[in-house]
């Protein structure tokens, strides 16, 4: 089934603000008098019936020149650019997820393509007492803060990789959390290894 109108926006625009409107010459024709060229004698349709539209940055041009990169792109490297970014998303994950795992820190990470986020891991919330909750809530914060101090942003939902991020981008990343794991043991906010191997 074919859509009338479709709208699109965001990632088209390579991080520009753009908004798309697409859709058949039965509706669209209504805005621009149809199909037409700059730099040659067409024009739009005199007997086509158009309706007044506008906005503050309708048609700007760093924008439009931007989706037109991403677009050329998208078309140029297929479905391909999407599997790899989502493979490299999915081994950014589990690298961290393993070093989660053996310094037995409690967090975990998952993704769904390019996105990911942390997620829990236990049976289920009510296996946590609220005042473990407390501190991993605490721990998570000093965590943002620390990797901000580093150079690291993370946004407080959900994170995503690009195909700008580079593999050296994404090992700085993880030292960066390495080191701040590390300073937050040093400050007693997580139980040292020693402490840990002690108890066995």
């Known amino acids: 089934m074919k859509a009338d109108i479709a709208t699109y926006g965001k990632i088209v625009g390579g ?117 473990a909750l407390e501190k991993r809530q605490l721990i998570n914060l000093l965590l943002y803060h620390h990797l901000l101090d580093k150079g690291v942003y993370l946004r407080s939902s959900l994170h995503a990789l690009s195909t700008a991020h580079t593999d050296e981008d994404l090992d700085f990343i993880i030292q960066a959390i390495k080191d701040s794991v590390r300073e937050l043991r040093d400050g007693g906010f997580l139980p040292s290894l020693s402490d840990k191997l002690a108890k066995t």
Not at 28 to 56: C, H, R, V
Not at 78 to 83: D, F, K, N, R, S
């Open 15 to 131: 991080g520009m603000p753009i908004g798309i409107i697409a859709g058949s010459a039965t509706y669209m024709d209504k805005i621009d008098g149809g199909m037409w060229n700059y730099g040659d004698l067409s024009y739009p349709q005199p007997e086509a019936e158009m309706t007044f539209f506008s906005g503050t940055f309708c048609k700007h041009p760093l924008a439009i020149a931007a989706a037109r990169a991403v677009l050329k792109r998208l078309k140029s490297e297929g479905p391909t650019l999407q599997q790899q970014l989502n493979q490299r998303t999915s081994q950014f994950v589990k690298t961290l997820n393993t070093y989660f795992e053996a310094d037995e820190i409690p967090m975990r990470l998952a993704n769904f393509g390019s996105i990911f986020n942390s997620v829990r891991f236990e049976n289920s919330a009510s296996s946590v007492s609220s005042d």
